[in-house]
């Protein structure tokens, strides 16, 4: 099992962290007219927005965010992190089309329905086992099926709000932010996983070479016995 190193922790950490202080910052800079709860995030990043540098340079740093992760995260096996790759892509793709002031965008629309897709259906993939792959006898608690499976399900309830908002509803920008803050947690809370389970793995390998150490003495000592005169009867 390979080790998480920890500045993949801290990228990790960034990731939602970049979201929320993104889209706070660039919506306090939008006029009074735009509400958080009614409006997208891709509002404060297209050519209508006042400052959309803010908003892009962070989806840029967020998928950024989401590459790192998938480029470490050996344990989550290599359907999950193409997955996790594809969504880091499509979303710092995102800036190079931005939804336009009037109307929609099928090129956006179709890069942030990518984007959005991959990041959810992510955690699903550690659940899938590829033809001659090694079976894992105990994965980390993130990357075993049923915990898989349920946190992709949860992913992709919050996703169906938001497309129903999108529909017909008047919170679309609640339900984007809602759903974006849960889909960048996740990477982070596997990579922590991931850790705490190479530390266990390696504490298991460490502790009967310690044992053996103990049995057989330092090198250059002599057994336990060895050189004592011996005691006749």
Same mark, same amino acid.
């Given at each position: 099992?390979?080790?998480?190193?920890?500045?993949?922790?801290?990228? !990790? $950490?960034? @990731?939602?962290?970049? +979201? %929320?202080?993104?889209?706070?910052? /660039? *919506?306090? #800079?939008? &006029?009074?007219?735009?509400?958080?709860?009614?409006?997208?995030?891709?509002?404060?990043?297209?050519?209508?927005?006042?400052?959309?540098?803010?908003?892009?340079?962070?989806?840029?740093?967020?998928?950024?965010?989401?590459?790192?992760?998938?480029?470490?995260?050996?344990?989550?096996?290599?359907?999950?992190?193409?997955?996790?790759?594809?969504?880091?892509?499509?979303?710092?793709?995102?800036?190079?089309?931005?939804?336009?002031?009037?109307?929609?965008?099928?090129?956006?629309?179709?890069? !942030? $329905?990518? @984007?959005?897709?991959? +990041? %959810?259906?992510?955690?699903?993939? /550690? *659940?899938? #086992?590829? &033809?001659?792959?090694?079976?894992?006898?105990?994965?980390?608690?993130?990357?075993?099926?049923?915990?898989?499976?349920?946190?992709?399900?949860?992913?992709?309830?919050?996703?169906?709000?938001?497309?129903?908002?999108?529909?017909?509803?008047?919170?679309?920008?609640?339900?984007?932010?809602?759903?974006?803050?849960?889909?960048?947690?996740?990477?982070?809370?596997?990579?922590?996983?991931?850790?705490?389970?190479?530390?266990?793995?390696?504490?298991?390998?460490?502790?009967?070479?310690?044992? !053996?150490?103990?049995?057989?003495?330092?090198?250059?000592?002599?057994?336990?016995? /060895?050189?004592?005169?011996?005691?006749?009867?």
């Amino acid at each position: 099992m390979r080790a998480v190193p920890g500045w993949a922790v801290a990228t !990790a $950490t960034a @990731a939602p962290v970049l +979201l %929320v202080a993104g889209w706070t910052v /660039a *919506a306090a #800079r939008q &006029p009074s007219g735009y509400d958080p709860v009614r409006d997208t995030l891709s509002e404060l990043a297209g050519p209508g927005a006042t400052d959309p540098w803010i908003m892009t340079g962070c989806l840029v740093l967020l998928g950024c965010c989401y590459l790192t992760t998938a480029a470490v995260l050996h344990a989550a096996g290599l359907p999950a992190r193409f997955l996790l790759a594809v969504g880091g892509a499509a979303t710092v793709a995102l800036i190079a089309f931005p939804r336009p002031r009037v109307g929609g965008s099928l090129a956006h629309g179709t890069v !942030a $329905t990518v @984007a959005v897709l991959a +990041l %959810v259906l992510w955690p699903a993939g /550690a *659940a899938l #086992r590829l &033809p001659g792959a090694a079976v894992r006898a105990e994965p980390p608690w993130a990357f075993r099926r049923p915990v898989a499976l349920a946190v992709t399900t949860l992913l992709l309830a919050l996703f169906g709000w938001f497309v129903v908002e999108v529909t017909g509803g008047s919170r679309t920008g609640l339900a984007e932010r809602v759903s974006a803050v849960a889909v960048a947690l996740w990477p982070l809370l596997a990579l922590l996983s991931a850790r705490r389970a190479h530390r266990r793995w390696s504490a298991a390998q460490v502790a009967p070479a310690h044992r !053996a150490g103990g049995r057989a003495g330092r090198p250059g000592e002599p057994p336990a016995g /060895a050189g004592r005169p011996a005691t006749g009867g």
